[in-house]
């Protein structure tokens, strides 16, 4: 199986566990975008029914309503039954990166609102320490310069995230900085000391947000629970 056929996969045992009467969380990325389409075509052909969900970002809503997936203000229907979405990295213990598509900030707050987040991926996400790429940090416009100063004095390397040769701005109107943890530090300390600088909204790291996540491979898919 190459890379899309096992995001199907992963998208595909996680739809096994949404039932009909569910209120659901829809991430965002190319393996959530999957699992919008599966459900789109459960509720087309019945499987599913009465389903009500919640978007964590623009084009996700924009896909789910164009499929005739029901869709509601996340505050309408919270809390959830259950949120699918993808993730950058996962750690043994079920900590995520997550925000590489730049939504980590409604991520988090519909991820936080479910009884249930399932994390599906394939195996390239695992790794065994946190940080393996970049960590993004969503900022507030006015922030973004200075923070982007400090965080290089810290020796974060953070790079502002760009799209068609203009800053990235978030669902929310924010920017992304995209940062480095050294080597040497442990991910929840690095984001300890980043939250505590006025002008960081949120950042990518999940730390304990995912109940659960489906993990497909060339060998098959796995669950991992917390
Ligand atoms: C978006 C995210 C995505 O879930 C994450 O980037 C994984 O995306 P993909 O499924 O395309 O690999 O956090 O903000």
Do not use: W, Y
Request: overall charge negative; aromatic content about 4%; charged content about 30%.
């Amino acid at each position: 199986m190459d890379a899309h056929e096992l995001k199907i996969e992963a998208a595909r045992v996680a739809l096994g566990e949404v039932r009909s009467g569910m209120t659901l969380g829809l991430g965002t990325g190319t393996t959530s975008v999957e699992f919008v389409k599966l459900l789109g075509a459960a509720l087309r052909d019945r499987t599913l029914r009465d389903i009500r969900c919640t978007c964590t970002s623009n084009s996700t809503e924009e896909l789910a309503r164009s499929l005739g997936v029901p869709l509601f203000e996340l505050a309408e229907i919270a809390p959830l039954d259950l949120a699918v979405d993808g993730a950058d990295e996962i750690d043994a213990r079920l900590r995520l990166i997550k925000g590489r598509g730049g939504a980590l900030l409604r991520e988090k707050i519909v991820e936080q609102q479910a009884k249930r987040f399932i994390v599906i991926a394939d195996e390239t996400k695992i790794v065994e320490k946190l940080g393996a790429g970049t960590l993004p940090i969503e900022v507030t416009p006015f922030a973004r310069e200075v923070l982007e100063r400090r965080f290089t004095e810290l020796g974060f390397a953070p790079v502002m995230r760009m799209r068609d040769g203009a800053p990235r701005v978030t669902d929310e109107g924010n920017r992304i900085l995209d940062v480095r943890v050294p080597g040497d530090r442990d991910i929840a300390e690095v984001v300890a000391s980043i939250r505590e600088h006025a002008g960081v909204v949120e950042t990518g790291f999940f730390s304990n947000e995912a109940t659960e996540a489906i993990i497909a491979s060339a060998n098959g898919v796995r669950r991992m629970t917390r």
